[in-house]
Structure formats: structure tokens, C-alpha cells
């Protein structure tokens, strides 16, 4: 009974969407000579997947897939377009009670000033012990957009669990809408939005939830000098099915203005203020801020100088406490030679918290590209922070001293014009002494595409990477691929793959293996036709051996 009670329960959603369906096809029909542009467009498309397990003992699985997708596109008065959308998919597994049928049909309005779509999905799924669950799916998304008048975004998603044996029927509905609105300097925006859930279990469950927000912006700029103020807040009231009441309320203010003094000299400054309250009859706020003023020199075209200092909220165990800072930077980029280029920086801040004493905080940063030769190219980057910690934080080793590095190397290669070599190298390493780390992690990878022919190209790729600790143990990849093009309707390609541990492979999509061996056919035999096919062996010679065979056959339409 629960299945046909679409329309006394519900309903209106989906008569409305009925209504306007039938208003828009009369009114499509009154205009017949003033409709133009009429196009059908869409697919028809059969994939069959089988993964053989002939070495374990798990069952082979198999599958069938069916979809049938429909376009119909309409421009009325070259003014409004009409497209409507219709869809059918079904998979189902062969030998198992496992299916899933998922038909959509959809209609979408679009015109300068406004649009809307609706759309309706029913949708039935089959568990593995046999077990149907029905979901009900409606949904509507509205626009106005008409210039000088408010933007306006307005959405209505309503989802229907039907009851299915001790499972109860329950239902969502959400709700929202969003304005924005510009005049001159100013922004204003709200939104609002309401979600509720109903249950059949144990009686009339009942669960809410209330979002509304708004903002307002301010911003100016003239030569010379920028500002800008925004404001917003959030606020959320969530009611659950047994009375409980928790609320949320978020308000930030955030500024910024830029001042140019003098034609080599500017002046900046950016604060920010955030107040977080959440709670559930206990209140627990929080308050965050930063801020910085800064004053930046540009002595030439390439050095620049920057000082200044700020404020912000920084966590200590569990206290929260203002630090401020004062920094000064020198950084300076640019030419070298002919084929080089490079930058490099160095900051010094000196940080004070709340009864400790002052910490200084270094970091400098090198980076460099040059062309070494004709057809090679090479990048560095160097990048180190030295500081003290806090008496309330130490590393595990009791050392309040903390320095950590990250370098990058970078070669690219052209020995031939068919032929691309890629070398790339990192490290991280943390610790007391720059020399001295306490932990230290690499990765470095080659990577090389040969392209004897246009339509010939092979590629390999040689990955390796080691985590912070001393015991793990490295991560290596290994991949290849080859593919061949003869014609435009046709392309033949292969692949390898090889890791040190088991994972999700993207070659397969499903499966995770150590190792595998994949093939792959693309053709198109007729103009609207198209076919590919596919065979991958995962882990061969091993207990978690898997063949995955795959075909699929699809057919266009085109008006």
C-alpha cells in the first residue's frame, strides 16, 4: 500500500511538477511557428562485466548494466529554452538478487531573467539477501536573475523511504532560499533554509533543523587605496525527534585597506574576527582573531622590504590566548642570466604569548629555474623554519628548538623531439638541527614518454616514497602504458602496473591489487555506434588472483 501512496501523501510536490508540465506543453503548443531549434539527442547503452576468481574461492561476480538516456531541446522566441530529460538505468547481477533500478525524468527552463528545473527520480535497490528498499525523489531549483532587481536562488528536494517490512516509511523535505543583492559600494545577501525528518518508527517521529544567515559588504577603491568591510552571521536550531534542542551561531567580521604612500612605499592592513558559539544547553564560545599592519618597501624592481607586526589567537594545550608578533622580511626576485631565473626570502618574527618570554622565528626560502642546456630544464626550491617552542609544547625528544626543511629538485629532459624524461626529487626532515633531523621523509619519481609516431606513444613512470618514521618501510609504483592509434575510429592500448602494497587500482576502477596487466579496445564502427572493451589481471599466480572482463556497446542518437 505504501508503494501507490504517491498521491495522497505525496502528492502536491509531484502535481505541481505535473501542472507545470502540462502549462508549459499547452503553452509550447499555442506557439508551434515562434518554437525552433528542436533537437532529440541521447544514448542507448548495454555493459557486461564478468571478474573471474578461478584461484580463490570467492564467487565470481557478474554483472549487467542497461541505460537508456534521452534529450529534447527547445528554444521558444529565442528567448527561452526548454529541455526535457528523460533516463533509464538498470544493473542487475547475474545469479544474485542484487539490482538497482534507477529511472529520472527531468525539466529545466532557462531564460535571461529566470529558470527553474524539476526533476523526479523513483528508485528501487535489491540487497544481496533480497531485500527491495523504494526511495521517492523530487527536487526544484528556481532563479530570477533580472538586472537591477535582487538575485534570488530558491531549491525544494523532497526524499520518500517507503516502509519496507519492519523498516518504517520516513520522509525529508529541505528547503532553502538565498537573495543577494548589489547597490554601488554595497553587497547585501541572506539565505534561509529548513530541513525536517519524519519516521513511522515508534509513532510519529519528528526531527528539524533551521538555518538563516546574512551579510552585508562594503568596498571602495581608488587610486592609490582600497578598503573593504564584510559582515556576516549564521545562525542553525536543530530539534530532535525527542525534543533535544542544540543550536549553532557563527559571526565573523573581516576588513582590509591598502594605502600607497609614496611611489615606492605601501602600507597595508587585515583583521579578522570570528565568534563561534555551540551548544546544547551548555554555551561554549569561542573567539578568534588576527590582524596585521605592514609596511612594504620596494628598494628596486626586484628587492622589496616588509615590516610590521599583528595579533592573533593561538592555542595553548587547552587556553586560548592572544600572541602578538613583529616580522620583518627581505625578499628579492628576478633575472639572473640568459635561461636563469630565481627568488629567494628571509623572515626573522619575534613572537610573545601571554607569561612567556619572547621566541624569534626564522624561515628562509631559495628557489631557482634555469635551462642548463638546449632541451634541459631544471627547478630547486628550498625552504627552512628554525623557532622555540612554547614551555607548554616540546617534541617527544624534549627538545623545545624546532627546525624543519623542505627541498625539491626537478630535471626535464628533451634528448629527442619524441622523447620526454622527467626526474623530480623531495625531502622533509624536522627535528633540533638542520643536520641533525630527528625524522626524515623522501619521494622522488622518473617519468618518460616516447612518441615515435603520432599515433604510437609509450609512457613509464618509476615512483618511490619513505614516510617519517625510520621503520616504515618505502613505497614504490611502477607503471607503463602503450597505446596505438591506427585510425580515428580505432585504438588499441595496454598497461602495467606494480606496487609494493595493495590498493584501489584506477586501471581497474574496483579491485586492489599488487600487480596488474591490463588491455583496452576503443573503436566506433559507425558514425552513432561505439565500443569498448577491456581486460585486466589483478595479482596473477597469487591466491587474489582476479581476471575483470568488460564490454560495452553504445548507441547515439542525434536529430
Known amino acids: 500500500m505504501h508503494a501507490d501512496a504517491d498521491g495522497a501523501r505525496g502528492g502536491p510536490p509531484l502535481l505541481i511538477a505535473a501542472w507545470l508540465a502540462l502549462a508549459l506543453a499547452a503553452w509550447i503548443g499555442v506557439l508551434p511557428r515562434r518554437a525552433a531549434a528542436q533537437t532529440i539527442r541521447g544514448y542507448a547503452q548495454v555493459q557486461y562485466e564478468l571478474q573471474d576468481r578461478r584461484v580463490s574461492a ?25 529541455t526535457a530529460q528523460g533516463e533509464w538505468n538498470d544493473l542487475s547481477y547475474v545469479g544474485r538478487p542484487d539490482r538497482q533500478i534507477n529511472p529520472r525524468g527531468a525539466l529545466r527552463v532557462a531564460h535571461r531573467d529566470f529558470g527553474g528545473h ?22 526544484f531549483n528556481g532563479y530570477v536573475n533580472r538586472a537591477g532587481w ?48 519524519e519516521s513511522e518508527l515508534a509513532g510519529e517521529s519528528r526531527s528539524s533543523q533551521v538555518d538563516w544567515g546574512g551579510g552585508a559588504e562594503w568596498a571602495l577603491a581608488r587610486p592609490g ?9 549564521q545562525r542553525s536550531r536543530r530539534k530532535g525527534a525527542r525534543g533535544a534542542v542544540e543550536h549553532t551561531e557563527v559571526h565573523s567580521v573581516n576588513a582590509n585597506a591598502t594605502r600607497r604612500i609614496q611611489r615606492r612605499l605601501d602600507a597595508s592592513t587585515t583583521y579578522s574576527f570570528r565568534y563561534t558559539d555551540v551548544g546544547n544547553g551548555l554555551s561554549d564560545a569561542i573567539r578568534d582573531h588576527e ?11 626586484a628587492v622589496t622590504a616588509t615590516t610590521g607586526g599583528g595579533v592573533r589567537t593561538a592555542r595553548v594545550e587547552d587556553r586560548r590566548v592572544t600572541e602578538r608578533y613583529a616580522l620583518v622580511t627581505l625578499a628579492a626576485q628576478g633575472r639572473v642570466r640568459a635561461g636563469w631565473t630565481g627568488s629567494a626570502g628571509l623572515t626573522r618574527s619575534l ?38 617552542a612554547p614551555s607548554a609544547v616540546a617534541d617527544t625528544s624534549g627538545q623545545r ?18 622523447v620526454t624524461i622527467r626526474y623530480s626529487w623531495s625531502e622533509y626532515r624536522r627535528g633540533s638541527g638542520l643536520f641533525a633531523p630527528e625524522a626524515t621523509s623522501r619521494a622522488d619519481s ?54 609494493s602494497s595493495g590498493r584501489l587500482d584506477p586501471i581497474t576502477q574496483s579491485l586492489i591489487g599488487r600487480e596488474v596487466y591490463g588491455l583496452r579496445l576503443l573503436a566506433a564502427p559507425m558514425r552513432d555506434w561505439r565500443l569498448q572493451a577491456s581486460l585486466n589481471a589483478v595479482d596473477p599466480g597469487r591466491p587474489s588472483h582476479v581476471r575483470q572482463w568488460n564490454l560495452s556497446l553504445t548507441r547515439n542518437f542525434r536529430r
Open 446 to 499: 622518473w617519468d618518460a614518454r616516447w612518441a615515435p609516431k603520432r599515433s604510437l606513444q609509450f609512457t613509464g613512470t618509476l615512483s618511490r616514497a619513505r614516510g617519517l618514521s625510520a621503520g616504515d618501510a618505502p613505497v614504490t609504483t611502477k607503471q607503463a602504458t602503450a597505446q596505438w592509434t591506427p585510425h580515428a575510429a580505432l585504438q588499441i592500448s595496454g598497461s602495467y602496473l606494480r606496487g
Open 291 to 301: 590582524g596585521v599592519a605592514l609596511l612594504r618597501y620596494r628598494a628596486t624592481g
Open 150 to 197: 535582487p538575485r534570488l536562488n530558491a531549491s525544494y528536494v523532497r526524499r520518500r523511504q517507503l516502509a519496507q517490512g519492519l523498516m518504517p516509511e520516513a520522509t525529508g523535505v529541505r528547503r532553502t532560499i538565498a537573495a543577494s543583492h548589489e547597490a554601488g559600494p554595497f553587497q547585501l545577501r541572506g539565505s534561509w533554509g529548513h530541513i525536517t525528518r
Open 401 to 418: 628548538v624546532r627546525v624543519t626543511a623542505q627541498t625539491t629538485l626537478g630535471l626535464a629532459a628533451t634528448p629527442l623531439r619524441p
Open 58 to 82: 570467492e564467487r565470481d561476480l557478474e554483472w549487467w548494466n542497461r541505460t537508456v538516456h534521452l534529450d529534447y531541446g527547445l528554444r521558444v522566441a529565442q528567448k527561452l529554452d526548454i
Open 225 to 233: 587605496s582600497a578598503a573593504r568591510i564584510g559582515i556576516d552571521t
Open 118 to 139: 524539476i526533476s523526479y527520480r523513483p528508485l528501487r535497490v535489491t540487497d544481496a539477501l533480497g531485500v527491495t528498499t523504494r526511495q521517492r525523489e523530487t527536487t
Open 351 to 388: 613572537n610573545w604569548l601571554p607569561g612567556e618570554p619572547s621566541r624569534l622565528i626564522d624561515a628562509a626560502s631559495v628557489s631557482s629555474r634555469m635551462r642548463l642546456a638546449r632541451g634541459l630544464d631544471a627547478v630547486a626550491q628550498t625552504q627552512v623554519t628554525a623557532g622555540r
